[in-house]
Structure formats: C-alpha cells, structure tokens
C-alpha cells in the first residue's frame, strides 16, 4: 500500500499571510491565509487523497472502507483520525490563549488539544509564548488582564529555524510575528482566548474571547517552559500519551525504513527530497504524507533533509 498525500485545506486567519507561497512553493486563494491543514478528519473539514487509485476520497471515508488498512486491526471503523497536521503562517502575533485539558473539556463542551509546534522559517523578531514567570498567581493574572497587562506574566522564547515547543492542553500560549511553523496536534479545534492584544477580526469587529472557560482551562502552575533544539541526527520531541514525535537529520543516499503492520505513521518533510524505493513516489519539503499501517516503506533522501515522524497515536494510549 502506497502513502497518501492530501489536498491542503487553507484557512482565512487575521494574523495570516502569503508566506506558503514562497517558503512552500504553494498557489493560494485569495486573501489572508494563516493556515494550510494537511492532514485532517472532521466534520467541518475532511482532508481529500490527491493523486492515486483512492484520489478524490476522504480521509474519513478511506478509514471507513479500509479500516485495518489505514489505521490497524484494533481500530473502529467509526473513529476519527486522532491527529491533525497543519502549516501557520504567523505573520502577525496571535491571540493569548489556551486549549481545555481532557478533565475539564467535557464540561466546557470542547475537545482537548496537546500540540507541538516546530519551527521551520523565522524572520523579524520572531518569538513564542508559553507558560507563566516563576510566582505569578490566578489572583495577579485576572487583576493584570482587567488591566490590560498580561504581556509581562507570560514567558517569551525566542525562536529560530529547529526549535520546538511541546503544548499540552492547558498551557497558556501564544505564537509571535515571524514564524512559520508545523504544527502536530490532537485532532480537534477547541481554542480559549484570554487576550487578543486589542485586535479586531477579518470583519472589523473585535474577536470573541472566552475568559471564564480559558480560567477553567488554564494551569496556573505551569511556570517557564523551554524550547527543544536539535540535539544530533535524532530528537525525540514528544513522548506523550496523545502521539510521538522525532526529528531526523538525513544526509544524501541516507534510507529511513518503516516495516508492515507495525503502526501507522505520518512522515512530514521540513526540507529537502526523499523517495520511496517500492513506488518510486517522492516527498518534497512541505509535504505531510500518511504512511498505513499496511504499507512497507523505504525512503531514500535524494538530498540532504529533515523529516518529522509522527507515531504511537493509533494505540490504547491515544484513544
């Protein structure tokens, strides 16, 4: 069984760009695009198979007619993909805001959201937020942003191209102008915010903001978090119950393999060419490819390159 590639699913966001045009070689609609989904299964958004016998297809309906296929023999034919892989284009700063933690969710009726961010471009004073400084209370918080002086309580992490972030749903967060960035995230599209910096939306009218959920939401204990760097050929970024996540250093002729019926897996190419030896199907930076539980791949970098490998998402853990 081959890969699948899908069909980008560009998202109008008000701190968007055109920056996917130039750094990932795309043709874009019209307008402010802050976000390219590359690989997702919802209700409101169903990634579609670009190319091959399947072309046209959705994620979902693949998963429905080739369950074991797709995702494994453990797993329901009635069960969404659990990961959702998107592009940001930040080239503006984005809200203050935080994703509900799986205690909390059900009550908010939201979904819980861990994520990560890797950090592919940075131009300009780029910078994420995360977490609190040391000491800061819920009482010194809820006081500052009635004051419209929550800057100085979140932690701010300089970026540059390599760095990650690692998000668990109840981080306070938020990403600065001058990133581009790959995100790998639970699937869902439940977000808080807190604070939007005084910014009005595409339509002109101030956002909504979501204080009493964010409030339930947020762990006030999570206090300067720090950003992973590339640490050799391998960096595990993620070894969380929701997924995992490594990073690959490949040099030109360098063969990255993955057995059958193993687990399925999503192989993300940050730069560089790969191909897969059994198809003869390239991967190119940019590009999100679902590897099935049921195919045997074995790609072989026509250059030098970094890959993202996401895994150990499909099991009781996961779920």
């Known amino acids: 069984m081959n890969f ?13 760009g055109r920056r996917f045009e130039t750094s990932l070689g795309r043709s874009l609609p019209e307008g402010v695009i802050g976000e390219s989904w590359e690989i997702v299964d919802r209700p409101e958004a169903n990634s579609k198979i670009a190319g091959g016998s399947c072309a046209g297809k959705t994620l979902g309906q693949l998963i429905r007619e080739k369950t074991e296929d797709i995702m494994g023999p453990d797993w329901s034919a009635d069960r969404p993909f659990p990961i959702l892989v998107k592009w940001l284009d930040c080239a503006e700063r984005l ?12 009550e908010l009726n ?3 959201k861990t994520e990560n961010w890797y ?19 819920q009482d010194q918080f809820e006081a500052a942003l009635k004051n419209n002086e929550l800057e100085p309580l979140v932690c701010r992490l300089k970026t540059e191209p390599g760095d990650a972030l690692f998000v668990p749903s109840g981080r ?24 939007d910096w005084g910014r009005v939306g595409l339509d002109g009218k101030p956002r909504q903001l979501h204080i009493d959920q964010s409030m339930r939401s947020i762990d006030f ?17 993620v070894e969380a119950a929701e997924f995992h996540l490594d990073r690959i250093e490949l040099e030109a002729g360098d063969n990255l393999a993955f057995a059958a019926r193993e ?21 190119t930076a940019g590009d999100n490819a679902l590897l099935p539980y049921a195919g045997n791949f074995s790609f072989v970098a026509e250059e030098p390159a970094v890959v993202l490998v996401t895994h150990r998402f499909s099991g009781p853990a996961a779920s």
């Open 263 to 283: 687990q399925p897996r999503i192989l993300s190419v940050v730069s560089g060419r790969l191909h897969d030896q059994t198809s003869e199907m390239p991967v």
């Open 119 to 137: 950090v592919v471009e940075t131009y300009g004073d780029s910078a994420v937020m995360a977490g609190l400084q040391p000491g800061v209370t």
């Open 172 to 195: 306070l967060h938020a990403i600065d102008g001058g990133n581009l960035i790959l995100e790998i995230q639970q699937n869902s599209d439940t977000t808080y915010r807190v604070y």
């Open 221 to 237: 204990d999570d206090f300067s978090p720090s950003l992973t760097k590339p640490q050799g050929k391998v960096t595990k970024l």
């Open 95 to 106: 809200s203050l805001q935080v994703h509900p933690p799986k205690e909390v969710a059900p």
């Open 4 to 16: 699948l590639l899908f069909e980008p699913i560009y998202q109008e966001r008000v701190w968007g």
């Open 110 to 112: 939201g979904e819980p």
